[in-house]
């Protein structure tokens, strides 16, 4: 394996420089992480060794040892449209259950999810399978994203439940 093309140690929220030197698109997932090499579009690699676990928001930059940027992208995912008459209590219902979620003026958007699709069905949000890029919404306190819950573990003790620093999609 040859050696990663750049090292970036330091992400900020939004570029410092007229262009970006390559682009790093990434899903939902892959973009929480603190150390791991990861493929740019152009082919190259980058090595991402960051000081915590981050979330690497749409527009934001890595920071090469160099000074150059690399532009974060999102990537098109699996999605659903949720719609309705209604979208302040669909919204209340999606947060109440920790779901990661893009708000928009006439929809929301969530990660493809069986049981989150039953409960809105349930109580009548319009559905609609989708791929697009995912930026849900950061959190109040503006520190990037919660973990949300994944319906297949068990919330038993909190061991393996991939809640640590380290862990990499």
């Given amino acids: ?42 082919g190259r690699t980058v090595l991402v060794d960051l000081p915590k ?22 990537a098109e995912e699996p999605l659903l449209e949720v719609r309705g008459p209604d979208l302040p209590r669909l919204a209340w219902h999606i947060g109440n259950r ?29 559905l609609r399978e989708v791929t697009e890029p995912f930026t849900p919404e950061r959190g109040a306190y503006g520190h990037g994203r919660t973990h949300g819950h994944d319906h297949g573990h068990s919330h038993g003790n909190g061991a393996g439940q991939g809640h640590g620093n380290d862990h990499a999609h």
């Fill in 53 to 74: 676990t981050t979330s690497l928001e749409q527009g934001g930059v890595l920071v090469t040892e160099d000074g150059d940027e690399i532009a974060v992208v999102a």
């Fill in 98 to 126: 920790h779901t990661p979620c893009q708000i928009e003026a006439g929809r929301l958007l969530i990660r493809r999810d069986h049981v989150m699709r039953d409960m809105l069905e349930r109580i009548g949000a319009s």
């Fill in 1 to 42: 394996m040859t050696a990663p093309a750049f090292t970036a140690r330091s992400y900020h929220a939004h570029s410092h420089r007229p262009a970006p030197i390559a682009r790093l698109v990434l899903d939902y997932e892959a973009r929480f992480l603190r150390r791991k090499v990861l493929p740019l579009e152009d």
